[in-house]
């Protein structure tokens, strides 16, 4: 059966379509804005901020002990593992003894992330016992009577918020703010635990201001907190500690799907308790299952509520509330979804700050400052020039081995160094991916590996040129036969980048992820670029013909006689001296020895007919074996 013929044009066409398609990605991102034409460069070569973090012990079990070596381990880890969740790569943590936490992030990273690293994270659920807009009740208070008397004017400002708010909160008209519950509170949803300091602090709480939005201590686990949303439109008065956030098990966000398994189109949160965890947030939320649809009346002196605040519950991250869902059932299993007006970047936030919102230590900051490159400029430029000597030694190694192979080398060589940059390009945007000198490293030990390559194809082909087959015939053959070997080369690198990856930290784990994807490139490289270049240069005959200087010369690779070669129909024929130079006649030479020369010639002839009779009679296996 007739092989289909191999369409080197159009897997070249693929490649160009490829490269084209990655470098208009990057070229809208640049225009956009949202992309820079440069891969990010790491801590080491561009500089970026440091922290120092001085942990102390939580409270929250109530009980004052010593900072351990095992508790700053388990803060490193959580802290990285926000770092990196974040988008942020080759960020530095390190101990200093068990005093502070050094974090050097690179470049100029965002809000959120730096809010990651400083926050002590103390997360909790609380039951909402009420909720008002962000602003003081004075303000509030003002807007009300101006819509009430029918006016549009902005209400005046000069009333003191704080007298406001004491003035309102002292519901006996005692002239004194009490912090004791009225009457024993028979569960966490209960309106006792509200008491006139709880109500003057809540009216006098301003979430406009910075201060009120910096977060901190998350307050008394056993008591109400007052705490404003981390946006500063909401202000609540939330019920003593429900769940701790220790008891989650895992946080992820992703598509929301129907009862029929359909996808609703919109963002949500999925996070799992472990096994007290699921025990705590099932007898939450029944309790508040059942004040689903029922309005908050203020009674009593007591603020009034909105949106059925006691059908809500609140995760309080450091005292600020990141979310507060209302529940739709009672959750017994274990396993929640959190719906709203999520976007991905919001969803994955909150997923974040579930999944790494328990450390076994509350920070403070002690410093924060801009540090220069601990590297810099000058370690970057030697690095690209050892790379770029490491490439001009590997060219004139492959012409000088090669000839006009060489083309494909070096093209191969330059293809791959296109691809790469493109590609690091796009994952410094899409990922936060940023190079640094062990990264740099890692591309040029890809120099070799991308040469390595096609020296074996090569070195293939020309092994069977040597035994005598055409040259079209020993690109197909040495193909099938060095693919085998390129690919379990890679593989081989690239299952060691995979486990340096997840078993080194830092400028290790950069050296990996950097080597791993060079040699992915290397092996999609040979598949669309070098062999379809090779085949498509049999097209002209510098190199079909065997050119002295195409590298592919039989005499040059010394081809040897007495090959033997398939030649269709059935047959092979015997090579003699294709490959090497007639030796000049002697003029002067007896015309009776040129007579036996040429019988012995004849004799040879025949004989050598003879073998082709025979070797004629090979079986169609090996016939097909030879094609």
């Known amino acids: 059966m007739a092989t289909k013929k191999y369409r080197a044009g159009r897997v070249l066409a693929v490649f160009l379509i490829l490269v084209l398609a990655l470098g208009g990605t990057l070229l809208v991102g640049v225009l956009t804005k949202k992309a820079k034409p440069t891969p990010s460069l790491a801590l080491d070569l561009e500089g970026g901020t440091q922290l120092i973090l001085t942990p102390k012990a939580n409270a929250a079990s109530g ?17 990285r593992q926000r770092i990196d969740a974040s988008g942020v790569s080759e960020a530095e943590i390190t101990s200093q003894g068990n005093s502070n936490i050094l974090v ?8 959120e992330t730096l809010d990651l690293v400083r926050q002590s994270a103390e997360l909790y659920f609380r039951s909402v016992l009420r909720s008002a807009p962000g602003v003081p009740h004075s303000v509030i208070a003002q807007q009300a009577a101006k819509q009430q008397a029918g006016k549009t004017a902005a209400p005046k400002t000069n009333v003191d918020p704080k007298a406001f708010a004491k003035q309102a909160a002292d519901i006996n008209k005692d002239g004194k703010i009490s912090d004791q519950p009225a009457s024993q509170p028979k569960d966490n949803s209960d309106d006792a635990w509200i008491t006139e300091k709880v109500i003057e602090e809540f009216y006098a709480k301003d979430c406009t201001q910075k201060s009120s939005l910096e977060g901190g201590s998350s307050g008394d686990i056993k008591k109400p907190l007052v705490a404003c949303a981390s946006d500063g439109h909401e202000k609540y008065i939330l019920s003593p500690a429900e769940v701790s956030g220790a008891r989650i098990s895992s946080a992820e966000s992703g598509m929301g799907t129907g009862a029929s398994g359909q996808s609703t189109g919109q963002w949500v949160v999925n996070l799992a308790f472990d096994k007290q965890g699921a025990t705590q947030f099932g007898n939450t939320t029944t309790r508040l299952f059942k004040f689903r649809n029922q309005a908050v009346q203020g009674q009593n002196g007591l603020p009034a509520g909105q949106n059925n605040d006691k059908n809500r519950f609140a995760i309080v991250l450091d005292g600020l509330v990141v979310s507060a869902p209302g529940v739709n059932n009672a959750i017994t299993n274990g396993k929640a979804e959190i719906s709203g007006s999520f976007t991905r970047s919001s969803a994955t936030a909150l997923a974040n700050q579930l999944k790494f919102g328990s450390l076994p230590l509350n920070f403070d900051v002690q410093s924060e400052q801009q540090v220069s490159a601990t590297l810099g400029a000058n370690q970057l430029r030697y690095g690209v020039i050892a790379g770029i000597i490491g490439l001009i030694l590997v060219v004139f190694y492959l012409i000088w081995q090669y000839r006009g192979l060489a083309l494909v080398a070096v093209g191969s060589l330059v293809s791959a160094g296109g ?5 690091l390009t796009l994952l410094s945007w899409s990922m936060g991916y940023r190079l640094s000198l062990a990264g740099i490293a890692g591309v040029i030990v ?12 090569f070195e293939r082909i020309r092994d069977e040129v040597r035994d005598g087959k055409a040259l079209s015939s020993a690109v197909s053959v ?18 060691a980048a995979c486990v340096l990856y997840f078993l080194a930290v830092g400028g290790v784990q950069g050296f990996a992820f950097t080597l791993g994807v060079t040699t992915l490139i290397d092996l999609a490289l040979i598949f669309i670029f070098t062999h379809p270049m090779m085949v498509w240069l049999l097209r002209f005959k510098f190199y079909s013909e065997g050119h002295k200087l195409s590298g592919l010369d039989p005499e040059h690779l010394g081809a040897q006689r007495g090959t033997y070669r398939y030649v269709g129909a059935g047959k092979v024929r015997k090579i003699r001296s294709v490959y090497k130079t007639k030796p000049e006649e002697d003029s002067n030479e007896p015309s009776e020895n040129k007579a036996e020369q040429t019988e012995v010639a004849n004799r040879d002839s025949n004989q050598d007919d003879a073998a082709t009779d025979e070797l004629a009679k090979v079986s169609a296996t090996d016939q097909e074996e030879e094609k």
């Open 63 to 79: 009980a004052k002990r010593a900072v351990t070596a095992e508790d700053i381990t388990q803060a490193i880890e959580v802290i």
């Open 104 to 111: 050097s992030l690179p470049g100029n990273p965002s809000k």
């Open 419 to 423: 691809l790469l940059y493109l590609v």
């Open 446 to 457: 890809s120099i070799g590996t991308t040469a390595d390559s096609f020296i074996i194809y």
């Open 478 to 495: 040495g193909w099938d036969r060095a693919k085998r070997t390129i690919i379990t080369s890679d593989l081989v690198n690239i299952l």
